[in-house]
């Protein structure tokens, strides 16, 4: 065990080393992909400090507006299936700018839309974009970038911290100016992410074989990548329930809710750069999971209890951020290391289970909310999050390899 923990340290600290060597002497297109790649990740938390504008402005219920996440994570998840099919046949940079070219595309419709249903089905087609960039540009990225693959890696997870954080302030700062304001800023963003990389990103590498729409099905029959997919699929409750029915009982405008999931999204950020690795080396991937989990959970029941008081649930929201980065590092890791399958497929089948949570949770907290009282979705969420270690113990002879 020890010779193991060592061998892991020495290959976080190379991984460390081999970031802060290259990074500022990584290729153009290295740098126009990691910009597309933080504009992509703006997208999941953009909508956030607008949601209650939009609710107001188009006459829609909440768990009508939380249907832009559920739309988008449907989407993504379904879409996630195939894309190691699509690329494997048209190549990684054909594959990443029809991605960007998509998100273009449904995210100006989604500004120039006139009912939530349009602003629903145009999130949808957004997530198939996303779908198809975020699951090659990794690939790209280390096919094309220097320092070699553990650098191109933290890199990749640098922009998406980058992003995540981001998202909530520009969304909330284009949001106080009109609710279209967002969806028209990433249509820009992304048209430039999209030109950009098309003029600087040059030759890189294709995959070695076809891959198969079934494969990623296949993968699932393997106990131990399954028993992560069902784990991510009820945190997905707890993270999707935080992220899209907080902004109702926050009671706040656009601009502000958009500080304080900006926030969120600095914590997240920099605990799944910085402390998540350190806290798998010294912990372990299961405890380090056990132990983040159950502070989630208690978080969002705490959220819960507190309802009627608006700073307790700000400082809830900004600490659920720095146990989500940790969580969404160590878990994607452990993902990785649990089967034999290919990244591509584990990572497409693991992805695929995880978002359906993220297309349930935030039109099920919605209605909740209708249904009982405001304070069942956040208790709900935490139910999700406690399942989700139960499902963890119960399956741990199946994850031997994390």
Known sequence: MT?????????????HNSFSLSYFRQPLAVYAVAFACVIAFM???????????????LHATPSQVELLFSSYNLVTGLAMIITGAVSS???????????LLIIVIFSALGGSAHSIAQIVWFRAGWGLGNALFIATALAVIVGVANGGTAGAIILYEAALGLGI??????GGELGSISWRGPFYGVATLMALAFILVSVLLKKVPRSARRSSVTEPFRALRHKGLLTMGITAFLYNFGFFTLLAYTPFVLNMDAHHLGYVFFGWGVMLAITSVFVAPSLRVRFGTRTTL????????LDLFVMGIGLAS????????IVAGAF??????VITTAVMDVSPFERPIASAAYSFVRFMGGAIAPWLSGKLAV??????????????VFLAIVTLVIGRRHLANV
């Open 89 to 99: 046949r048209i190549g990684f940079k054909s594959t990443l700018l029809t991605g």
């Open 310 to 317: 608006i700073p307790l649930l700000v400082t809830c929201v």
């Open 290 to 297: 056990y132990g983040v989990l159950g502070l989630i959970a």
């Open 371 to 384: 249904w009982f009282n405001p304070h069942v979705p956040f208790y709900v969420g935490a139910f999700g």
């Open 165 to 170: 954080s981001v998202g909530p302030l520009l």
């Open 3 to 15: 010779s193991r923990t060592t061998d892991v340290t020495d290959a976080h600290r190379q991984t």
């Open 324 to 329: 989500l980065g940790i969580n969404n590092t």
């Open 43 to 57: 997208g999941l938390g953009l909508v956030d400090p607008i949601l209650p504008a939009i609710s107001k402005q």
